[in-house]
């Protein structure tokens, strides 16, 4: 069957590809190593190519070099039978580029926006209105036709940009981490958006993702490291060879995550994750599970995931060691660090968080989750004290942090959803700033500078621009600096959007240790794999809480019949997509 | 299949419609546009005059009699002064340093003797002006002698001599024969406010668009980059002679300029210079691509020079050679001088023209600048 | 001392934030310096090219004399002579001189047979200032003329003579008056460049929420961004008063403590005013405009090239409130008079009071618009 599909490719691809590029090299001034280095691949129509990578692999850049943004030191690129360079004005007539921040005009409506980038593709005026309601009605779009982009979620921001691009219905379409911050929801209707046109219209599809769920659907997947190109092929492809070394074993409920810190400690695993209520185990090639291991190893399926790091970490030299946390003191009454009653928030006649309850206690790692929109990042803010509350009740180590002194706040440590640091100081100077202003003296703040140089492999950077660094360097120096003053509370709004796999495990690797050394966290995130590490977490919608309770018990509750064990992602679109329900007991 | 060509008309009213959108959107062009030179018109027009009036003076005489009373009494009726009598000297020099008075006007105690009839030697009135501003001194100056005039005239008659001058000087000014500095001023003044304006509408919405990333997707569609940079410039050349009508209509009804030239020239150079005005703003924003550094950029090279190097207050031709020379680059100086001229001399080919074609030559070297540095490439 | 240690934090991350950027260090500092040379050389109200056309008519020795005095003054350059009233007309309305000398035919005639011939003076009054500033240059010659005319012919003496002398600037020399004036506006734009934009910078980067979280009070991160302002403002003054005095050679004849009392009283109300606008302002274009909308009134309303007395009585008080007005009385009071602090103890205060006040709505601002 895969076979079939892989030869169906080829076929496709020898009749004519939409894109193809050869040999094709692009290096920036000041960089150190090529941004390309010779990549050739082809994009076939009918079908999404992945175009996969950690970060900094060159992905973007190779993005703009096919759209005519940037030229390439050598190589060629040929783009629906034209060189790139050459007519460049005729190409962008016919394809679709959304890029990773797609710029919409927050200040323009819905119908604003498309009506602009009609105009842009001179759609002529006779064919719009079909056109209009045919992507709105995809989009879901529809009733917000005369909303400001601005004040659209996330997720919606995201779909308006992905119906700008398809305004024009192009022949080839280039997607550049389309998803990045958009919930699981949005995420699903994005994709049937785009699977719908390339099946019915032949659309060829170029995408960029650090979802490697995504990469598993698309037909052909190109792996790119560090400039150059790892391999590429049919997603089965890559796990053919891994049939044997991937196992899954169970544990206690709540003793997931020190089962997956001590299965990584063996040599022979290459790679454990939490998988529902098992641990993922990756063996290194030739290398067995333990014989009668209790609990079992269970054999599974390898899925593109494993592939992705078992060729990653090929490249790599060496494994990071667990990040050292000084424990912090057993508090003497405050078992619950965090306690929110009655919570409610309103801008204007919107209702943004509505009346909202939850407790978290002392050393847990609690998730706040929900769609775009939902009222997660507007309790962070009032949590933090960036924002005033309306009605209820917080209390974040005993006070509300808008009200109490200056000097409380030191006991938290915020990294906000968007990269908030400053961009124009170098890495050390982000550092040393939020380190000062935490008021470390400079003993303590030269040790604590170079734990986090070192711990988050900024040393070889720390003159570097923080504004330059790529994606998941910014996510290091962020979590660096809110780590500084070893605070005894983390809020993390969404802190892996975007960044790739190898990252995120070594970032959750890190809440894992904070957390066993005490320190409470608080995120919020739209990888529903990640949501598995949480100790407990809600789901919102509306500013409403949907479901409080443990990854298992949210899992459970969203077991049916067609649906016997459900994914995290299955779950929270079964409690995202329930008819607004009134109060859920808690 | 070659739309990529045939719909830059289409392309460029979508650009236009959503520019003007955001404008009408963003409390502050608009606020640029129309508060700006309201309140600046209205602060100036009404506030800043260079006509001395009600300047404090001490007068002291060592012997004080009918005489020196008499030419006092010239100074009290004079609008230009508010004569204050000091006892002494010292007091009036004290008061002079403590700058309670701009000037005293000291005569000696052999004043009157000298100023009999056959006295071989002139009585002299001695003035002493606080020289600190010295084109304020030079008015006072002015002023004291025209008191001094009137009364020496007025004190011959009176005993039926007639002052002999042998020239007299007979000023006829033409254009404003008061001298009235409203009529000069504020029309200057709407050049310099007109190159803020311009600059400013400018300076940030090219940055704003790269920094917020809302030009990478347009970049991958069959827009032109001609038709981004007009998309751009057309709704604000609109709000910018929007605001150029206020401020001229504010001249000329509400500050009562007079208007000797013809309202289509005046169209005319309007237009070329806000076109470039608004082409510095847009050469700025491209240069920076940020909108912080468009800012600090437009603080300092737009005002500033406007309001030192367009003639607008200092005369150009006393400045050195080289700063002459650097006026040429400041597109006020041609507007100022098509504005004195079009509303106090009128139509003078002789100025409108090579000003008019200098200002042009600007537009187009600003907008070629701006074009150049704009490509669909993020290089 | 912790709240110390912070908001010097602050002020050296604004302060790399300001100059780590090449182009942003080069904005701040080399702009200032070269606006004082050009300024300085451009500000002038002296005028020294007059373009003076002469028609004479009379073509006699008096005549001659009369028009060689004003080529050989040094404010008026001669142009071609005009032989007819319309070119006179064409020489003013294009602008090609500013003063027309007429001599009538009987000018020689008049003065030597009735002792008195009148001399007509055609001025362009497009530009009243300079109109007035040249017709000033005539009378003066023209004065100059009489008294050796008179002597010469043995005409007796006036029975009057104004005797004119000027204090603190003899020569009336602008320059010396325009120098100072140039310092306090180059120090007003810069500290409005550096204070203006910051938050607003803030707030359009998210950095400012990032700030909000740290232990930083408002009053600190108020002071903290007010620090770079004063120090950049103090150097850059330095900088300015140095070229202003040894290369304009402007007479400093006050103290060094009291200028600098002064500079320091006025660095504070100005960065009260740059963060009260920066407080204000959600995105960088609104701090810009807000910037202008103080900066331009600012400069028009202190006395730098029009005189605070000639303004109507509303508009006098209105300046009350500008910080520079006060500034520009120190400097050349310092500068030319050799002022101290009694004698500028009036200019003190309020520059002090403006400070503390704007730096309060300030803070105050700070606190609610955080929400």
Redesign the interface.
């Known amino acids: 069957m895969t076979k079939s599909m892989s030869e169906t490719m080829t076929e496709a691809m020898a009749a004519a590809p939409l894109l193809h590029a050869e040999q094709v090299s692009k290096s920036f001034a000041g960089m150190a190593r090529a941004a390309l280095n010779a990549v050739s691949l082809c994009v076939p129509a009918g079908a999404v190519t992945g175009l996969i990578g950690p970060d900094a692999a060159g992905k973007t850049t190779f993005m703009?070099l096919c759209?005519?943004?940037?030229?390439p030191d050598a190589g060629r690129i040929t783009v629906l039978d034209r060189q790139i360079g050459r007519d460049?004005?005729?190409i962008?007539?016919e394809?679709?580029?959304?890029?990773q921040?797609?710029?919409?005009?927050?200040?323009?409506t819905v119908a604003?926006n498309l009506?602009?980038?009609?105009?842009?593709?001179?759609v002529p005026q006779a064919q719009r209105p079909d056109r209009f309601a045919q992507l709105l009605d995809m989009t879901q779009l529809g009733h917000f036709t005369t909303r400001l982009a601005g004040r659209l979620s996330g997720g919606m921001k995201q779909k308006l940009?992905l119906a700008?691009?398809l305004v024009q219905p192009p022949r080839l379409l280039?997607l550049d981490e389309p998803t990045v911050g958009v919930d699981p929801v949005s995420r699903r209707e994005l994709w049937d958006i785009v699977y719908r046109l390339v099946a019915t219209d032949g659309m060829g599809v170029l995408l960029c993702t650090a979802y490697l769920d995504e990469a598993e659907r698309c037909q052909q997947v190109v792996l790119l490291h560090e400039g150059a190109v790892l391999g590429s092929g049919h997603p089965a492809d890559f796990t053919a060879h891994l049939n044997g070394r991937v196992f899954g074993v169970r544990g206690a409920a709540n003793q997931r995550r020190a089962l997956q810190t001590q299965l990584r400690q063996r040599p022979e695993v290459r790679d454990a994750v939490i998988d529902r209520d098992r641990v993922r185990v990756l063996l290194a090639p030739n290398t067995a599970p333990p014989a009668n291991a209790a609990p079992p190893w269970v054999p599974l399926a390898p899925r593109f995931e494993d592939a992705f790091i078992d060729r990653l970490l090929e490249q790599a030299t060496q494994r990071h060691p667990p990040m050292q946390v000084a424990a912090r003191p057993e508090p003497s009454a405050l078992a619950e660090v965090i306690t929110v009653s009655n919570l409610s928030r309103r801008f204007g006649a919107f209702v943004a968080v509505d009346q909202v309850s939850f407790a978290v206690r002392r050393g847990e790692i609690f998730g706040l989750l929900g769609a775009n929109g939902a009222g997660k990042s507007t309790t962070f803010?009032m949590l933090?004290?960036?924002?005033?509350a309306s009605s209820g009740q917080l209390s974040v180590a005993g006070v509300d942090?808008r009200t109490a002194a200056?000097?409380?706040?030191?006991r938290?440590g915020?990294m906000?959803q968007?990269?908030?640091?400053?961009?124009?100081?170098?890495v050390e100077?982000n550092l040393?700033?939020?380190g000062?202003?935490?008021?470390l003296n400079r003993q303590r703040l030269r040790e604590r500078l170079d734990w986090a140089l070192n711990e988050f492999g900024l040393a070889p950077l720390r003159q570097q621009?923080a504004g330059l660094l790529p994606l998941g360097f910014k996510q290091r120096l962020a979590m660096a600096a809110a780590l500084l003053h070893e605070p005894d509370i983390l809020f993390l709004d969404e802190p892996t959007s975007g960044v790739d796999p190898l990252e995120r495990r070594a970032f959750w690797q890190r809440i894992d240790a904070l957390a066993n050394a005490g320190v409470t966290i608080l995120i919020t995130t739209h990888f529903m794999d990640e949501a598995e590490y949480c100790d407990r977490m809600i789901i919102l919608s509306q500013g409403r809480i949907l479901i409080e309770g443990s990854p298992a018990e949210v899992r459970a509750g969203a077991r049916r019949p067609e649906q016997p064990d459900p994914s995290m992602e299955d779950a929270f679109i079964h409690w995202i997509s329930q008819p607004a329900a009134p109060e859920h007991a808690a | 299949m070659n739309r990529a060509a045939t719909g830059g008309g289409i392309r460029l009213k979508g650009l236009i419609i959503k520019e003007s959108k955001q404008i009408l959107r963003d409390p502050s062009s608009l606020a640029i546009a129309f508060l700006m030179p309201v309140i600046l018109l209205l602060l100036f027009g009404y506030g800043v005059s260079l006509n001395a009036r009600h300047i404090p003076i001490a007068l002291v005489a060592d012997a004080p009699d009918q005489t020196s009373a008499n030419l006092f009494a010239h100074f009290a009726q004079s609008e230009s002064f508010v004569p204050q009598h000091a006892p002494d000297l010292r007091t009036a020099e004290r008061w002079l340093r403590e700058r309670r008075v701009d000037a005293l006007v000291h005569l000696p105690a052999d004043f009157s003797r000298r100023l009999q009839p056959g006295s071989p030697e002139s009585a002299p009135v001695q003035l002493i002006v606080n020289g600190v501003d010295a084109n304020q001194a030079r008015l006072i100056e002015a002023y004291v002698q025209a008191v001094w005039g009137l009364w020496l005239s007025d004190h011959l008659a009176a005993r039926g001599h007639r002052l002999n001058r042998p020239i007299t000087l007979e000023p006829r000014i033409w254009f404003n024969p008061e001298l009235r500095s409203r009529d000069y001023l504020v029309p200057g003044l709407i050049a310099v406010i007109m190159t803020l304006i311009g600059a400013l509408l400018t300076a940030l919405v090219m940055a704003r668009e790269w920094e917020r990333g809302t030009l990478e997707a347009m970049m991958v569609t069959p827009m032109r980059v001609n038709e981004l940079i007009l998309g751009k410039l057309l709704p604000y050349f609109v709000l910018g002679m929007g605001g150029m009508a206020l401020s001229v209509a504010m001249a000329r009804w509400l500050f009562e300029v007079p208007f000797l030239g013809s309202w289509w020239l005046l169209i005319v150079s309007s237009a070329v210079f806000l076109l470039a005005a608004l082409g510095m703003g847009l050469l700025i924003s491209v240069t920076a691509r940020n909108q912080f550094i468009a800012s600090l950029i437009s603080i300092i090279v737009t005002f500033l020079p406007a309001f030192m190097l367009s003639g607008f207050i200092f005369d150009i031709g006393s400045m050195p050679p080289v700063l002459q020379a650097l006026t040429h680059l400041v597109a006020a100086r041609y507007f100022v001088t098509l504005l004195h001229t079009l509303f106090l001399a009128g139509d003078v080919p002789g100025v409108i023209w090579p000003n008019l074609l200098a200002l042009a030559a600007l537009a187009v070297v600003f907008l070629a600048a701006s074009r150049r540095k704009i490509r669909k490439s993020l290089e | 001392m912790n709240s110390l240690r912070r908001i010097w934090a602050l002020a050296i991350k604004e302060f790399q934030a300001l100059l780590r950027d090449k182009k942003s260090r080069f904005v701040i500092v080399v702009p200032p310096v070269i606006q004082l040379l050009v300024f300085s050389f451009a500000a002038s109200f002296d005028l020294n090219h007059i373009p003076l056309a002469v028609y004479d008519e009379d073509r006699g020795s008096a005549a001659s004399s009369l028009i060689a005095r004003f080529s050989g003054s040094g404010h008026f350059t001669l142009s071609a002579p005009v032989h007819n009233e319309r070119a006179l007309q064409h020489r003013i309305d294009e602008a090609q001189a500013l003063m027309v000398l007429h001599l009538p035919a009987d000018f020689s005639r008049q003065l030597h047979q009735n002792g008195s011939a009148p001399v007509q003076l055609i001025i362009d009054g497009r530009n009243s200032n300079t109109a007035a500033i040249a017709l000033s240059y005539a009378n003066r010659i023209v004065d100059q003329f009489n008294t050796d005319w008179a002597q010469s012919h043995h005409l007796p003496n006036p029975p009057s003579v104004l005797i004119s002398r000027a204090w603190f600037n003899p020569n009336l020399e602008s320059r010396w008056f325009i120098v100072p004036g140039v310092v306090g506006l180059l120090m007003l734009v810069v500290v409005m460049v550096v204070t203006a934009l910051s938050v607003a910078r803030e707030r359009e980067q998210g950095t400012f929420d990032q700030l909000l979280v740290t232990p930083l009070h408002p009053a600190e991160i108020l002071l903290g961004k007010a620090l770079p302002g004063l120090l950049i403002g103090l150097f850059e003054a330095s900088l300015i008063v140095l070229i202003a005095v040894y290369g304009f050679q402007v007479p400093l004849l006050g103290s060094l403590t009291t200028l600098y009392a002064g500079i320091a009283l006025f660095l504070l109300s100005a960065t009260g005013v740059g963060l009260m606008i920066s407080a204000l302002s959600a995105t960088l274009q609104q701090a810009v405009l807000g910037v202008f909308l103080f900066l331009v009134p600012a400069i028009i309303l202190s006395g730098f090239a029009t005189p605070i007395a000639n303004m109507p009585p509303l508009v006098q008080e209105l300046t009350l409130l500008n910080p520079l007005r006060y500034f520009m009385v120190i400097l050349r009071g310092v500068f030319l008079e050799g002022a101290g602090f009694n004698e500028l103890r009036n200019q003190f205060w309020p520059l002090a009071v403006i400070g503390v006040i704007t730096l309060l709505i300030a803070g105050w601002l700070f606190r609610h618009r955080m929400n």
Not at chain 1, 67 to 71: A, E, K, P, S, Y
């Open positions: 703009r759209c005519g943004l940037l030229r460049d004005a005729a962008q007539a394809i679709g580029y959304m890029p921040h797609f710029g919409l005009y927050e200040d323009l604003e009506t602009l980038y009609a105009d842009l593709h001179s940009g700008c691009t280039l803010r933090c004290g960036l924002l005033p942090l200056a000097q409380a706040r030191a938290i915020y906000s968007k990269f908030a640091l400053y961009e124009v100081l170098s100077q040393r700033f939020f000062r202003a935490y008021g621009n």
